[in-house]
Nanobody
Framework: VQLQASGGGLVQPGGSLRLSCAAS???????????VAWYRQAPGKERERVAG???????DYADSVKGRFTISRDNAKNTVYLQMSSLKPEDTAVYYC??????????WGQGTLVTVSS
C-alpha cells in the first residue's frame, strides 16, 4: 500500500496550488470508507494537521487555513486533493497525506514541498 503525493512547487503569495495524493494497493470500496488527511511540516516546526476528511465526507480544517484550503476526494481514483488558495509565505512547508485504514493503521505519503515566495 502506497500513498503518492504530488503537486507541490513554488508559488507567489496570493497564488493557488492543488496537491494530489493517490493511494495504491487498496480497493476503491475500502478507500472510500477510510479517513484521509493532509499535514504539513515547516522547517524547525512540528508536523501539524491541515485538513481531514472522513469516510462520511465530513471535514475539518486548521484555523490557519479555513476559508483558503479545501480537501476533497475522488474515490473512483483513490485520490485525495488539497486545493490551496490565497497562499501565504507561512504556508511554506512539506505537505504530507495520510490515510487510516479500517484497523486504525496509518499510512503516510512521501511529502511534497510547497514554497510560497515572491
Amino acid at each position: 500500500v502506497q500513498l503518492q503525493a504530488s503537486g507541490g512547487g513554488l508559488v507567489q503569495p496570493g497564488g493557488s496550488l492543488r496537491l494530489s495524493c493517490a493511494a495504491s494497493g487498496v480497493s476503491r470500496s475500502i478507500f472510500s470508507g477510510n479517513a484521509v488527511a493532509w499535514y504539513r511540516q515547516a522547517p524547525g516546526k512540528e508536523r501539524e494537521r491541515v485538513a481531514g476528511m472522513r469516510g462520511d465526507m465530513s471535514t475539518d480544517y486548521a484555523d490557519s487555513v479555513k476559508g483558503r484550503f479545501t480537501i476533497s476526494r475522488d474515490n473512483a481514483k483513490n485520490t485525495v486533493y488539497l486545493q490551496m488558495s490565497s497562499l501565504k509565505p507561512e504556508d511554506t512547508a512539506v505537505y504530507y497525506c495520510k490515510r487510516v485504514n479500517d484497523y486504525g493503521y496509518t499510512y503516510w505519503g512521501q511529502g511534497t514541498l510547497v514554497t510560497v515566495s515572491s
